[in-house]
């Protein structure tokens, strides 16, 4: 039921969007033109076509305070993209994703930039990573359109997770420092957190990411959001 409802939501922003999407088709980068199964993922895999291994159920940690995104500890490595990428106009949802890599392992900001770089992309195509230690990294520059939710990017911020939960599930840090970025993210663009404004990538496209195992979670993530940003 929940999912029917989403889908009836996604269909109806979809077609409020369609302006924007025009605009979007706009062959004005290398990313206009790729194809959209291999936009946003490293391991882009239909839904349809993965099995799950059901593991043991984890908790998302309870957030302790509200950080803006000023005050949250952000790294922000040097990375080279191939073009200035066109500026979001507006930002109005956060898509949640995981590498979705072989293993459930943490990989470098360096390796995904290097693998979108290789698909002919401007660089890598996720706003944020944050990693299974907790690190969290500017990846492309926030203000720019991602390259990371087919479609979906004039109006997302993404952020991606290191590892698969598909096979494996986010380390406690790694949790608590995506539900922290989320928080600073709605506080930054005044975003209300629903259903409608936090997206798993599979609600938005046909891929399993961010893997079975997060986003039987993401309902939790949305409610430990909105508590903090109510308690202020
Ligand atoms: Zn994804």
Redesign the pocket.
Known sequence: MENFTRRNFIGKAFKLLTGAAVIGMIPNSAEARIDPRKI??LRETPLSQVETKNLSPFDLPRIPKFQTLDELEIASPHLKFVDSMTLRKYTTAI?V??A?MTRNEDMSLGAIHQIHLNNGWAGVGYHFVVHKNGVIEHARPIERVGA??YKHNRYTVGI?MTGNFDIGVPSYEQSLATEKLVVALCDHYEIVPSYDTIFG?RDL?D?S??GQNFYLRMPELIQNVGEVLNRG
């Open positions: 946003g993922e898509v994703h995981h979705g990371h939710a991606c990538h496209c891929t990411c961010p």
